[in-house]
């Protein structure tokens, strides 16, 4: 099967697949690495289901395009799911997206007091802020 005919089969998996099947697409749609779809990916992150989410993160932390990946998973790494936050957070430094996106979405999920707590200990013990670029 060629990269076309495999990018075909995930999209199709995707729309009409139950949801082991679309979890499964979107993680294929990741390894083929093609950024056009990016887009479709972050559709897929915004699934219901959540092993369709998990595998969004999965896909977009493979596919490489930031830019995707900072409009889709600040929002997985605030979901209720174990599993899609475990993803999503993994797949948030591969593209780049540390520091600042992935303190604010674990700010999010344990709330904000937590996170000012961090940042002051961060301050009283010398570590400086990290900013993404």
Request: hydrophobic share 25%.
């Given at each position: 099967m060629t990269r076309?005919?495999?990018g075909a089969f995930f999209l199709r998996e995707l729309e009409t697949g139950d949801t082991?099947?679309?979890a499964a697409a979107a993680r294929g749609l990741g390894r083929l690495g093609d950024t056009v779809h990016a887009v479709v990916l972050v559709r897929a992150a915004g699934d219901l289901a959540p092993g369709v989410q998990e595998g969004a993160a999965v896909g977009l932390g493979r596919l490489g395009v930031p830019e995707a990946g900072a409009r889709a998973l600040p929002a997985l790494m605030d979901d209720d799911d174990p599993r899609v936050?475990?993803?999503a957070s993994l797949a948030a430094p591969r593209l780049g997206l540390r520091d600042r996106v992935v303190?604010?979405?674990y700010g999010r999920l344990l709330g904000r007091g937590f996170l000012r707590e961090i940042e002051m200990l961060a301050r009283v013990h010398g570590v400086r802020e990290h900013r993404s670029a």
């Open positions: 076309e005919h495999q082991w099947r679309r936050r475990r993803q303190a604010d979405a």
